[in-house]
């Protein structure tokens, strides 16, 4: 069974892209393929052009379990990008490096705990022999006071 096939099974869907909030100009490109290596640039927890999880800080104004899916939307969004952008989520060989940050209070811990909603969600699509080399931090902030934000590298067919 394929990816897409098996986010069917799940009852998952890719959110629409991205769209940043008016007044916004980003310059940079969501995915650069380079050989058989794509970098896939930062991604948040959106839902098109809203936002699909709470604002915040992570330990005040979002909750660990909010954060936490919050980066499984943050992982949809990054499929999402593979698939507009590559047109096959199962060209994906393996998803070598991921960084994971979390907007969170100072003396949070669980920033692990956060990013493994995204890590679970390609651990479940890609099995564990695909899986990432990861890091999850905290940090003060992040544009727009998302509370997850992840990038990541990936090797292709």
Not at 15 to 42: C, N
Not at 113 to 140: K, M, W
Request: charged share 20%; glycine share 12%.
């Amino acid at each position: 069974m394929g990816v897409a096939e098996l986010l069917a099974a799940r009852g998952l869907a890719i959110p629409p892209s991205q769209v940043a909030p008016e007044g916004v100009r980003l310059t940079y490109r969501r995915l650069v393929r380079f050989g058989d290596v794509a970098y896939i640039a930062g991604h948040g927890p959106t839902f098109g052009d809203g936002w699909g999880s709470p604002l915040g800080k992570v330990g005040r104004d979002v909750t660990v379990e909010e954060a936490v899916g919050a980066a499984e939307l943050t992982a949809l969004n990054v499929l999402g990008t593979i698939e507009r952008e590559l047109g096959d989520l199962d060209a994906v060989a393996c998803w070598l490096k991921v960084n994971g940050y979390v907007n969170a209070v100072d003396g949070f811990t669980e920033h692990a705990r956060v990013v493994n909603g995204f890590s679970d969600l390609l651990l479940d699509l890609y099995g564990e022999e695909r899986l990432a080399a990861r890091t999850s931090v905290g940090v003060p902030h992040l544009p727009f006071d998302m509370p997850v934000e992840v990038d990541a590298v990936i090797a292709l067919r």
